[in-house]
């Protein structure tokens, strides 16, 4: 045994490491020419080690082979020209010797440039038998060339394989009709493939065929890897989270974990400052209590950018996912000769002294209040194309809940058991159209046995293939028969004034005014439901009736066509059902406030006393957890503060937030239905003191814990 090896316990490094560090270098992905000889030319093993001790990492993900070159000497792939006789590999590995810093090799696997140069064999071909350009094809052999690059790793005596990744596309052409693809599908289904997307029960089968093709190469990768070296870990870097969709053949369980752990991503500069947590809360739902890595970056825009974010902006997405209970990677991407920027890592090193000195306080488990369901069937037969068609209401759902600061898990519906479903005092199918028998039965068990249910949108009125329904599946839950599902997008709500058992859901909305809610509409008649409130079509002009005229912008409310609101009582339990989508509104452009209060206040009348409560501003976001051994809640609060921005170059998709430089100072009160018995916070700064109800705190920084102790 190495004294590497003897450094190392007998733990997987993956079940210790709460921060870490990947760097790779910056450039290859524009195209180098192999007489760049300048290009990561000072790209150094050795000194990357350095730095990631200094700051504190406690793994490296190190770039050893991306789409073109290896960075250390593989007989297989053409090295960096930059390198010459150098092997950041080999450098980086003698450089941990003996050091508690695991080395965790980055293989790129989807679109090897190099290879389909020379072996376009390996490539993906469209249905009309041409090849796609720099997309492989995971049937075509090409294993056994990923398999060799990995066994030449492996003789480098490393810790970890993250591979990168095993999808199929971003966007279409979708699929692989290749000379293998082909064949096997016959010989699985005993049916040729389909000629293209058909969305009828051909494509169901190559959607299948997809996604085990996508499992299939990677469980044989896996098998490979242990064959050779069992104890090595292996991860993938994971897309089966939204508003990523069946395009990548990847779904949300079943691609996850068949690795060590799942690795995702969070793309704040692509989807939003609150991406970071809902694909966190994403990613744990895979496998309940698994390890999960959750990796971010330390520039502003994409990967391959020169900036660094400053020390506020990367203490509040690290400390966002620690208190999600995630392990955290931290993404440096080197300037083009391969030299590490003094700053980053300076700041790195604050993110992660911060993250050990705060340890003992992450990883507990959550108290979570609402389980928002998630349908792969819904994404993949509804959303079809356009999956913002059914995940937009899902993620508005996390983001109005976010702002409530109510705490939310996500419900799969690959892994979803009675037991799951229990959990959760309230459980939200936000536009969730399509519901699976067996889905629909553990739905009816839930609200039988006492659980309260959120409908929103759709939901349950579209069939396993995305055609439509003349009734809703959980009709009997609902209350109410089906009418007619609202052609239109910008539809109103308003709820009137007069008081009654649902007079709750008017807090803070104006009463007998309709409000936009911006999303799916259906008309619904009750049977056993009480209602509430009116649901409004929206004007159209002449032209716009004639088809003559667009009408993307939302129009004024019309005519009352539904009930918005239906309670209906199901066994012990109670269903509220929104015949709109302000769900869907709040995480569109027309959002409105009236929207986001409108699920809050919903979710108040199904469970109006929650153990604990947390009021703080919008801006920050709260994680709650439980340690009932110890009688002892946690109060994670991250505070978001971020300046207002403006377009840039007028294009609308390039809209990013501006930079967090700056504390937020903000109050805050937790009400507790237990007696308090004691509350204390981490930050010195914090002003806090507590009654037997509740904690009230002064806060002037990125994080804080409350800790408070109950009877």
Known sequence: MSKREESMEVLPWFRKARVGIEVGPTGAQGGIDPDDSDFAEHFSGSAIVQKCLAAGAEYLVLWAKDNEFAYYDSKIVHKAPGLRDRDVLREAIDAASGKALPIIAYCEVQYPGYLLRTHPEYSAFDSEGKPITGRVCYNS???????????????????????????QGFGPPYGCWCEHCRSLFQEEYGLPMPDGVTWDADWERMLEFRY?????????????????????????????????????????????????????????????????????????????????????????????????????????????????????????????????DRVTYERIGEVFAEAQAKREHFGHSPLQEVGLFYSTHSRDWYGKTTPSL???????????????????????????????????????????????????????????????????????????????????????????????????QDNHVSLASSPNDMERLNRGIPTDWAFLT???????????????????????????????????????????????????????????????????????????????????????????????????????????????SNRTIRVHLIGYLSP????????????????????????????????????????????????????????DDVHETLIISYA
Request: negative net charge.
């Open 212 to 340: 085990s093709t996508s499992a299939r190469f990677e469980k044989q990768l896996v098998e490979s890897v242990r064959a050779l070296q069992p104890k090595v870990s292996v991860d993938f870097n994971y897309h089966g989270s939204p508003p990523f969709s069946w395009e990548l053949g990847q779904r949300p369980v079943q691609h996850a974990h068949i690795g060590d752990f799942a690795t995702g991503e969070c793309g704040l500069w692509a989807f939003g400052a609150l991406h970071g947590s809902l694909s966190t809360l994403f990613v744990a739902a895979t496998k309940p209590g698994a390890v999960y890595q959750m990796v971010m970056q330390r520039g502003v825009h994409f990967y391959h950018d020169q900036t660094t974010r400053p020390l506020a902006d990367l203490r509040w997405e690290a400390l966002t996912l620690l208190s999600h209970g995630a392990q955290v990677t931290i993404v440096d991407k080197t300037p083009y000769d391969g030299t590490l």
């Open 390 to 488: 059914y995940q937009r209401a899902f993620m508005g759902a996390h983001r109005a809940l976010s702002y409530a600061h109510i705490p939310v898990g996500v419900l799969l519906n690959e892994n979803l058991t009675a037991e799951k479903l229990r959990s959760y005092p309230v459980v939200y199918l936000p536009n969730a159209t399509i519901l699976t028998p067996n889905e629909t039965e553990l739905l009816r068990a839930y609200v039988q046995e006492g659980g309260n249910l959120l409908v929103t949108g759709l939901t349950g009125l579209y069939g396993l293939y995305g055609e439509e329904l003349a009734e809703s599946s959980i009709s009997d839950l609902i209350g109410a028969r089906l009418k007619e599902r609202l052609s239109t």
């Open 644 to 699: 207002a921005t403006c377009t840039g170059e007028g294009h609308c998709q390039r809209l990013f937030p501006s930079l967090m430089e700056e504390a937020p100072l903000y109050r805050t009160k937790i009400t507790v239905r237990q007696p308090v018995q004691h509350a204390r916070a981490l930050n010195p700064s914090t002003e806090i003191t507590f009654s037997s109800e509740a904690v009230y705190a002064t806060i």
């Open 141 to 167: 052999g090409y294993l056994s060339h990923v398999v060799a690059i990995a066994t030449e790793m492996l003789e480098y005596g490393i810790d970890g394989f993250h591979f990168d990744m095993v999808d």
């Open 518 to 628: 911006y999303g799916s509409g259906v008309a619904y008649e009750a049977t056993t439901a009480k209602t509430y409130g009116e649901l409004y079509t929206p004007h159209r002009t002449l032209r716009q009736r004639k088809g003559t005229e667009n009408y993307s912008l939302p129009m004024s409310a019309r005519e009352a066509v539904s009930p918005a609101v239906f309670l209906n009582s199901y066994g012990k339990g109670e269903v509220l059902t929104l015949s709109c989508s302000p769900d869907a509104g709040f995480a569109s452009e027309y959002r409105t406030v009236e929207q986001r209060l409108l699920i809050q206040n919903a979710i108040r009348l199904l469970h109006p006393l929650p153990l604990v409560t947390v009021e703080a501003p919008l801006h920050v976001e709260s994680v709650i957890t439980l340690d009932e």
